[in-house]
């Protein structure tokens, strides 16, 4: 059986360092027919300015496997990142995995 959604719960620092990881990992997830994608950002305590940056193309690629982006559980510092590089439009973010499941799993389970 095919797992159609995944979600992903990096922790400590999202930065040049290990954003690429990040990308390995949507990737590979993509390749086995995961269509939906939640990036859980509670445990994140920090990420740089590229590091939002690299996200987009992160988001192209999903959305390149005709599948689905989302993020949700911004911690303030996070959250000012995506708002100070004007992502937060791009992304929009969600409050948390309950938004999550109300708003995107509810409609397709």
Do not use: A, W
């Not at 719960?9 to 954003?19: A, C, M, T, V, Y």
């Not at 959305?63 to 996070?78: K, R, W």
Request: aromatic fraction near 12%; glycine fraction near 2%.
């Amino acid at each position: 059986m095919i797992e159609i959604v995944k979600i992903i719960q990096p922790s400590g620092q999202l930065d040049n360092n290990n954003i690429n990881l990040l990308h390995k990992e949507v990737m590979n997830f993509l390749t086995r027919g995961v269509q939906i994608i939640l990036i859980d950002f509670q445990d994140v305590t920090y990420i740089d300015l590229d590091s939002v940056e690299f996200l987009k193309i992160i988001l192209y690629d999903v959305h390149n496997h005709q599948g689905y982006f989302y993020i949700c559980s911004l911690n303030e510092q996070v959250y000012t990142t995506f708002k100070v590089t004007n992502n937060t439009s791009i992304f929009n973010p969600l409050t948390d995995r309950k938004e999550f499941e109300e708003t995107v799993l509810s409609k397709i389970l």
